[in-house]
């Protein structure tokens, strides 16, 4: 997943740097879906960049070739259906 909606926030996954240097300068928080619990990696889009559909656009494409360069995540593993005691029919 390379971006999202939670709640009434947009939110994107960006490299560390990205992530430190709009946390900075834009107003964007980390994600967390509950107190004290980030997700690594995932930003809110901050509001003013929401209503700037270019600036937006090409943040999603950044977010987009980011998760496109991260390794595939192993089935069956944590989390799966099809993992350890899953009924398989």
């Given amino acids: 997943m390379f971006a999202g909606l939670f709640a009434t926030q947009m939110v994107v996954r960006l490299p560390a740097d990205e992530r430190l240097s709009m946390t900075a ?11 004290g619990r980030p ?38 593993g944590k989390g799966s259906s099809v993992g350890k005691g899953a009924k398989r029919s």
């Fill in 39 to 76: 997700m690594k990696n995932y930003i809110n889009v901050p509001t003013a960049l929401m209503i700037r559909e270019t600036a937006l656009k090409a943040l999603v494409v950044r977010a987009m070739t980011f998760g496109a360069s991260l390794p595939s995540k192993k089935t069956g």
């Fill in 25 to 35: 300068d834009q107003d964007a928080n980390p994600l967390e879906p509950m107190p």
